[in-house]
């Protein structure tokens, strides 16, 4: 009979190990881990597959890499955000406005192909979605289409965000590493210009953004705006 749980890829699983060592400060900064060739033998994998690993905490920072001398722990930065990530829920109360949110999906399921790719893992692996509408003085401003790493928040499913945005939970339980988004303007589909109360040839602002915590992928969200509404603002 075929397990319900898929196997975990063993790149994943050396990552998750060796992350693991560092958390628990058996390996601390500055402490070289052990060779390529030693770790294949103790997981009963090819150094390739070792490599893999290797290279993927390396481009996370966890890692570094000393030419002709090997594999180091780097400075970790597990509470240091790359870039400013606010709930819309703090943005609306910082305008002095009403903060409210409706949920519409909030379940369990297996990832489909692309969302296993996107998340580097393998397919029927599982994943929380949620769907959340939030408005601003009674006025649909974002519909937040969020998917979920089970591995890295388990609890996901169990939070009540009617009192905190998902943003607010998961910066306090899974601190970022990493973060890679796109703005894109688009016509929506009908589901979300419903949601928003616009029609569907109503432009929307479109952030799409991929998270990154403890050395996995954490979240992919999708959030819609209605372009009359709404405007990205930053500063450095």
Known sequence: MKSSKPDIPAFQVIKDTLLKEIQSGKWKEGDAIPAETTLATQFGVSRMTVNRAIRDLTSEQILTRRQGSGTYVAQQKYQATLVEIKSIAEEIRARG??????????????ANEQLALEFQVNPEHLLFHSVIVHFENEQAIQVEDRWVNSSV????????????????????????????????AVLPPKNIADMLKIGNKNACLVLHRKTRSQGKIATIVTMWHPGDRYQFTGSF
Not at 163 to 181: F, S
């Open 97 to 110: 406005h009403a903060h409210r949110s409706e949920l519409h999906l909030l379940k369990a399921e297996p």
């Open 153 to 184: 928040t388990p609890d996901y499913l169990r939070q009540d965000f009617s009192q905190m945005t998902p943003n607010e939970y998961l910066v306090a339980v899974a601190p970022l590493q990493g973060v890679d988004y796109r703005i894109e």
